[in-house]
Nanobody
Framework: QVHLVESGGGSVQAGGSLRLSCAAS????????RGWFRQAPGKEREGVAA????????NYADSVKGRFTISQDNAKNTLFLQMNSLKPEDTAVYYC?????????????????WGQGTQVAVSS
C-alpha cells in the first residue's frame, strides 16, 4: 500500500511560480513510477508530468513543457513539481500519483495510487 500527501498549492498571479510536493509512504513506493495530474472544474483529470524509476526519464504534457519540472528526492520519498510562468489555464486541483511503470503515462487509469489533491489558482 502507498500513501501520498500533496502540499504547496495556493493562489498566485499569472507569471508566478509554485512548487508542489508529494510526500510518499509505503513499503512498495520505490517500485512505482510517479506522476502529477490536474483536474480543472468541469474537465477530466489530465496528466501533467511523469518520472520513471531507474531511467529517470520524464514526460510532460505539451501545455506545460518548458514551464514545469518534475523531480524527486528518493532519500525522502518526496516528489516535486516546480511550476514557473503560471497561466490562468493552469488553475486546477493537482494530484500526485504512483503506479506500475508502463502503459500510457497520461491516462489516469494507468496509475494505482492517488493523493488527495492540492488546489492551484492562477489569476490574470
Amino acid at each position: 500500500q502507498v500513501h501520498l500527501v500533496e502540499s504547496g498549492g495556493g493562489s498566485v498571479q499569472a507569471g508566478g511560480s509554485l512548487r508542489l510536493s508529494c510526500a510518499a509512504s509505503g513499503d512498495t513506493y520505490s517500485q512505482y513510477c510517479r506522476g502529477w495530474f490536474r483536474q480543472a472544474p468541469g474537465k477530466e483529470r489530465e496528466g501533467v508530468a511523469a518520472i520513471y524509476i531507474g531511467s529517470m526519464r520524464t514526460n510532460y504534457a505539451d501545455s506545460v513543457k518548458g514551464r514545469f519540472t518534475i523531480s524527486q528526492d528518493n532519500a525522502k520519498n518526496t516528489l516535486f513539481l516546480q511550476m514557473n510562468s503560471l497561466k490562468p489555464e493552469d488553475t486546477a486541483v493537482y494530484y500526485c500519483a504512483a503506479g506500475r511503470c508502463g502503459g500510457d503515462w497520461y491516462a489516469p487509469a494507468t496509475w494505482n495510487y492517488w493523493g488527495q489533491g492540492t488546489q492551484v489558482a492562477v489569476s490574470s
